[in-house]
């Protein structure tokens, strides 16, 4: 399997412009979180899904950042307008067991600058 | 252990000795404690976790010590190796009915060849 999935690797974008970042999870696993880590605020929660259901989006910043996940194999991660407090690495990852749901897998994560 | 604003503690060891790590962990009724690496570049990566009923845990080549009267995380590395050399985290769990995970800021660990 070729992991977790992310692109793109590095986005650079100005101040208001809109930013969709993608993630493919592993197949088979029901469960996907994004993450956004800062070297502030270290690694946080933003959303996760079971079966392509939003459950817990308590950590979606505010009303600029929306996530989807249209099918088991694509999720979206969206932020209109960006702001340059929006730069952070954001991370996909994805488990197959609720149970041990912290037994993730991490993909190699979107380094967004905002300018 | 935990880092303060944008500098992380960082640990120095000479290839083939002993890690050790050190967590504090804030929430008394956390039920899972879990430690993660992270490599630069890459996302974590997790390692072993350790439930609250229990003080120690091992893996291949790490161990895991849980003090729950000082809210103390450890883990330790035995035989450190240069692939070792990455941010280490630890997180914690809160409890049965919730998914969400309290991440440290992380250590880095070096590993002098």
């Known amino acids: 399997d070729a992991g977790v999935i992310q692109s793109p690797r590095h986005e650079v974008t100005e101040m208001g412009q809109e930013v969709t970042l993608r993630c493919k999870p592993i197949s088979g696993h029901d469960y996907l979180f994004w993450y956004r880590q800062t070297m502030m605020r270290g690694l946080e929660l933003l959303i996760y899904f079971n079966n392509n259901v939003p459950i817990d989006d308590s950590g979606m910043p505010e009303d600029r950042f929306s996530a989807k996940m249209p099918n088991a194999s694509f999720s979206t991660l969206k932020i209109q307008p960006s702001e340059p407090r929006d730069s952070a690495v954001y991370f996909c990852?994805?488990?197959?067991?609720?149970?041990?749901?912290?037994?993730?897998?991490f993909g190699p994560g979107t380094r967004l600058t905002v300018t | 252990g935990e880092s303060v604003g944008l500098h992380l503690p960082t640990l120095s060891v000479q290839e083939g000795d002993n890690s050790i790590i050190n967590c504090a962990y804030s929430?008394?009724?956390?039920?899972?404690f879990i430690w993660y690496k992270q490599e630069s570049g890459k996302g974590p990566q997790f390692i072993i976790d350790?439930?609250?009923?229990?003080d120690k845990r091992q893996g291949q080549r790490v161990t895991v010590l849980l003090n729950k009267t000082v809210k103390h995380l450890s883990l330790q590395i035995a035989a450190t190796q240069p692939g070792d050399s990455a941010v280490y985290f630890c997180a914690e769990k809160e409890g049965a009915g919730s998914y969400q995970l309290t991440f440290g800021k992380g250590t880095k660990l070096s590993v002098i060849p």
């Open positions: 929430n008394s009724a956390s039920d899972y």
């Open positions: 990852a994805s488990s197959p067991h609720l149970e041990t749901y912290w037994e993730q897998y």
């Open positions: 350790i439930r609250s009923n229990m």
